[in-house]
């Protein structure tokens, strides 16, 4: 994906997000986290935003929580639903929120969560086969650097809907 193309999806993600109109969209805080299970690597609160007939692109949000004594680095993410999906992340420059795609993945230091929320991390779906409606769900596999990988089931929600526990655990090695 070109700048161009970065900085109209970015402007695009903060209107459906709330930040534009501060409409009853915004999401709530995120609560105290769970401590991560010993030994496990926990995805939890996965979710993906609809994105109805007419929308190219989407994103999924969770939290990886890293249970294991060595640093983690999730690589890449891969699914059926978009032709091409990508780790990026939103930051604010110079009063001017921009995507920043993320091609080496983000750390997930030992014993502590990588949390990817809406104007955060984040993945993008680019370029959807098909829109993504509420009640629908597809598969997700995160990639690691150290060549774990570990497939989750996304839930397609509302935005503002509280994601349930949708945990997946993975004992690593």
């Known amino acids: 994906m070109n700048r161009l193309h970065c900085i109209v999806f970015s402007l695009i993600i903060l209107l459906f997000s709330g930040c534009a109109g501060q409409q009853n969209m915004e999401m709530a805080p995120t609560p105290a986290l769970p401590t991560p299970v010993a030994g496990q690597i926990t995805v939890i609160n996965l979710m993906a935003p609809v994105a109805p007939a007419g929308m190219t692109n989407g994103s999924v949000y969770f939290i990886v929580q890293n249970g294991t004594d060595q640093l983690l680095r999730l690589q890449s993410v891969t699914a059926a639903v978009a032709e091409s999906i990508t780790l990026h992340e939103t930051v604010n420059d110079d009063g001017i929120m921009r995507m920043i795609p993320q091609p080496d993945g983000f750390a997930v230091p030992a014993g502590e969560s990588l949390i990817l929320e809406p ?28 060549g774990e990988a570990l497939t989750v089931t996304v839930p397609v929600m509302e935005r503002g809907v509280d994601p349930m526990d949708h945990s997946m655990e993975h004992n690593h090695k």
């Open 119 to 146: 104007s955060g991390k984040h993945v993008m779906l680019e370029q959807l086969y098909a829109p993504l409606s509420a009640g629908d769900q597809f598969t997700l596999t995160l990639n690691f650097a150290d």
